[in-house]
């Protein structure tokens, strides 16, 4: 049997730690969309604020995103501002998302007729008693999709062009064949 020496079991450790060093904070599940399509946005929350449970989180509607409605959460109390801001809040301590745990809030709109890049800020807020305040995931980059180097960024969904409709036969074998009289 062979041993690995401690430089080989450190870098192996280095290897396996590196996706989740790299992983974004608060993410979309589904990351990209056809503009002009129903959306279901659902936020995953993977932490909370430097070790404190998750107790709010606001989510403010980017433009265009119409017609806007949150899924509940069972122990979440849930307020909406103006079509512009939705925020679930725990309605009690043991509701609370622990930051061993992880969890998603979901809404549900219709996505802007043009492509782009659709941002969706967030404001974390955490429990006092643990020390954490909060986390607002409101950064954006200035040009491009890039959130390389932002420390609070917020989270993308790239909206691209509409799904083309793919006739079910092609056109040539549509037509009909030649034929002689
Ligand atoms: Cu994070």
Known sequence: MKLLSATQIIAAGALMYWPLAALP???LETKTAPSGSIYKAVLQVSHGCQGAATTALAVQ????????KPYPKAGWVITMQA???ITWTAASQEAALQNSQIDEFALRGKLPDTAGPLWFKVLQTCSNDAGGASNNWAEVPATGVS???LALPAALLEVTAPVALVPSVA???AMPPEHKH
Do not use: E, Q
């Not at 509607?61 to 806007?68: A, E, L, N, S, T």
């Open 25 to 27: 904070h608060i993410v």
């Open 61 to 68: 509607i980017p433009p265009g995103f119409d017609g806007v």
């Open 83 to 85: 079509n512009t801001l």
């Open 147 to 149: 959130t390389k180097g």
């Open 171 to 173: 056109p040539s074998a």
